[in-house]
């Protein structure tokens, strides 16, 4: 059985979108933390779309906010075909609907919407994360980090990857990697240096195998990238987000979201209980599903799949969560310290598993069963 899972770099054009989205919630967060905000981003050819509605009484730079984001990502180069001096910067943001905050601005938070939210977590890896969404992250992390150092200067910010694993042997069947780079480099250097510096300083070689299949930039050269040759917008990489294609989403995304979305906090909240339990030693892997309805703060359903692998029946399990964990809204805003300005960082290279991160969903419970 094949496993598979991509990621993308910080410079691709949807990723580029979630960043913007997170970074403007980030700054309203800082400021005010009572900040309701549903952003969109999208970009294009030479230019930046923000739209969305936030009611806040924070003040946010919204273009020289866009202008920033893109700059650190590193399009700072008029080769690459868009960058942020020169970019047109559109904003067209409105208050957040009146009827929608009657639902959740109230003394018990109501969620902000319906919806069923996932959470999964397995032993296979340190991350608690499946391993070929581990491994398609390392590599994308480590082609914008030979860019940044300069050991591949020729790279440009724009890349992804893609990590097939055989299940029956634990050996690769494929690795895709996809880099934007110079014009003026030969197609097979940037083969050879890829492989070399990013590839197989990332993957171990014992997961190698005769005919494993490695494709870098299969189509040939890729100059032109990000906006230029791609138009991006926020939210629609949602399984690079979350576990990857294997795995169960309830099909919200994150980026641009305040807290109140159970999109977002009630898929942090499952994280946070399929973690602990599988830390607990109560399963191997384990996947929590929760739905909610629009105003209301009770959690609709409460379910748990531990595939076979649980210490207790699946039942006996979501006894244990409702005794562990409120899932209401605001609770799960309160106990993870949720209204703080940390989207950004994690808007790129998944939002769980980030061992590096003081994420507080990536901190078990200490449970009582």
């Known amino acids: 059985m094949l496993q598979t899972a991509e990621s993308v770099t910080e410079g691709h054009p949807d990723k580029i979108c979630d960043q913007i989205s997170d970074a403007i919630l980030d700054e309203t967060l800082r400021q005010d933390i009572h900040s309701r905000v549903a952003i969109e981003t999208l970009v294009t050819n030479g230019l930046v779309v923000v739209t969305g509605e936030m009611t806040t009484k924070a003040y946010v730079d919204v273009s020289g906010l866009v202008r920033s984001v893109v700059r650190d990502i590193g399009y700072n180069d008029q080769s690459l075909g868009f960058h942020w001096e020169d970019c047109g910067v559109i904003v067209s943001i409105q208050e957040q609907s009146p009827d929608i905050a009657k639902g959740v601005d109230k003394k018990e938070i109501g969620a902000g919407d319906q919806g069923i939210m996932y959470g999964y977590a397995t032993d296979e890896t340190p991350e608690f994360m499946p391993l070929p969404i581990v491994l398609a992250h390392k590599l994308t992390r480590k082609l914008a980090e030979v860019r940044k150092k300069g050991i591949l ?45 990013v590839i197989k300083k990332v993957l171990p070689s014992k997961m190698f195998f005769k005919n494993t299949k490695i494709f870098i930039n299969p189509t040939g050269i890729f100059v032109y990238g990000g906006p230029r ?79 076979g692998t649980g210490k207790y029946s699946d039942e006996k399990l979501v006894k244990i969560v409702e005794k562990n964990f409120n899932l209401r809204p605001g609770a799960i805003i309160s106990d993870l310290d949720l209204l703080r300005p940390i989207y950004k960082q994690i808007a790129y290279y998944g939002n769980f598993g980030r061992n590096e991160l003081n994420l507080p969903w990536e901190k078990p419970k200490k449970l009582k069963f």
């Open 229 to 307: 040759a791609d138009t991006g917008v926020t939210g629609r990489k949602i399984m690079v987000d979350t576990y990857g294609p294997g795995f169960s989403h309830g099909g919200g995304a994150f980026s641009g979201k305040d807290l109140t979305k159970v999109d977002r906090s009630a898929a942090y909240a499952a994280r946070w209980v399929s973690k602990s339990i599988v830390v607990a030693g109560l399963a191997k892997k384990c996947e929590t599903r929760l739905a909610y309805a629009i105003g209301k703060s009770e959690p609709l359903m409460i379910a748990v799949n531990s595939f």
């Open 153 to 197: 200067d020729y790279l440009g910010p724009d890349g992804k990857s893609q990590i097939t694993i055989d299940d029956t042997t634990g050996k690769l069947s494929s690795v895709v990697l996809s880099t934007q780079h110079s014009k003026s480099v030969n197609i097979n250097k940037v083969r050879a240096d890829v492989e070399r510096e």
